[in-house]
């Protein structure tokens, strides 16, 4: 099946810098990306998704690229605020997986004022 | 506009008891998963369904049972329960196909001691 490696597992940055995220996968048919969002005491919630046509995706502070040569793909937040601070898990769903995701570990990211 | 519910929220079980871990869904959806959460491990897929009817184990299925008698519900079923089996259960669905959003619900923290 798919493996997904998540780096950093923490990430403390301060209000106003940028944070990245980075991700690599294993299996070369998988074809979607998206990335959640958990905050405290809640379910995951997604946040952006790229697929493979396409290379890069932007959201107002949130973007995400996609390199499918190399098997990887980012997230960047810039400008970050306090809200920011949340766990993100990224995560990928393979063409022969009949819609099953596979997610990496999840990156604690805090956010100083 | 519910989305996917699950309950309880807390439960805490003495080991070799079982229980129910409900959820369900009012967005017609086709797929529903169960993932258990672990601190620093990211989420893991229990079962999965892509229909009423249809079950299939996921990564860690050792232990649970579901059932997807309905389009709505998916029901999680512990026997025997163990300390292993501490964790924090989502259960989460989606439209189906190769790229779209899944849901997840707000978790149900359980503890077995």
């Known amino acids: 099946g798919e493996n997904v490696e998540q780096h950093p597992s923490t990430l403390s940055v301060q209000e106003g810098d940028s944070a990245v995220i980075k991700c690599t996968y294993s299996d070369s048919a998988s074809n979607y990306f998206p990335w959640y969002k958990q905050e405290l005491g809640k379910g995951p919630q997604l946040i952006i998704d790229?697929?493979?046509?396409?290379g890069e995706k932007k959201d107002q502070r949130i973007a995400v690229t996609l390199n499918k040569t190399a098997k990887h793909f980012s997230l960047h937040i810039t400008e970050t605020q306090p809200e920011d601070s949340a766990v993100y898990f990224c995560a990928a769903k393979g063409g022969s997986t009949l819609g099953r995701l596979y997610f990496g570990r999840g990156t604690q990211l805090t956010v100083w004022p | 506009n519910a989305g996917v519910t699950q309950t309880p929220k807390f439960r805490i079980l003495k080991i070799g008891q079982s229980m129910t871990l409900q959820c369900t869904q009012d967005m017609n959806h086709n797929y529903m998963y169960w993932y258990r959460q672990d601190p620093g491990m990211g989420l893991k897929l229990i079962y999965y369904s892509v229909g009423a009817g249809i079950t299939d184990k996921g990564e860690v299925p050792n232990g649970y049972n579901v059932s997807r008698s309905t389009t709505e519900d998916f029901p999680l079923r512990l026997e025997l329960a163990a300390p292993s089996q501490t964790s924090v259960y989502f259960c989460?669905?989606?439209?189906?196909?190769?790229?779209?959003?899944?849901?997840f619900g707000q978790g149900t923290r359980l503890t077995v001691v």
């Open positions: 790229i697929r493979s046509n396409v």
């Open positions: 989460a669905s989606s439209s189906g196909g190769m790229n779209t959003e899944a849901f």
